[in-house]
């Protein structure tokens, strides 16, 4: 089972920034889309934001909460990032890494904890 590689989670203060990062094998083939979750106890996970990959007119979304905090970036299909600043305690959460391949297949990180706490 290929897996996706997060790093860059922890402990911020409110207000505080975090980068998350997530490498991508190159076995996993050509993508479509890259994206992070993220997922609190007792809730489903939900989208934070996107990129498609092929995309050049409208190739990034972001969740509503997101509220322009929140910036992926990605190095073309190796690798995928999420600067998050002005953080909230809500924004406590493990978060995840996806990707969709050409063939819509789905990969994910094992999550990365951030807690967002003073």
């Known amino acids: 089972q290929v897996q996706l590689v997060e790093s860059g989670g922890g402990l911020v203060q409110p207000g505080g920034s975090l980068k998350l990062s997530c490498a991508v094998p190159?076995?996993?083939?050509?993508?479509?889309?890259m994206a992070w979750y993220r997922q609190t106890p007792g809730n489903e996970r939900e989208l934070v934001a996107s990129?498609?990959?092929?995309?050049?007119?409208?190739?990034l979304n972001y969740a509503d909460f997101v509220e322009g905090r929140f910036t992926i970036s990605r190095d073309n299909e190796s690798a995928v990032y999420l600067q998050m600043n002005d953080l909230k305690p809500e924004d406590t959460a493990v978060y995840y890494c996806?990707?969709?391949?050409?063939?819509?297949?789905?990969?994910w990180g094992q999550g990365t904890q951030v807690i967002v706490s003073s």
């Open positions: 990129t498609l990959v092929a995309s050049t007119s409208r190739p």
């Open positions: 996806h990707v969709f391949d050409s063939y819509y297949r789905n990969y």
């Open positions: 190159g076995t996993i083939g050509r993508l479509y889309r």
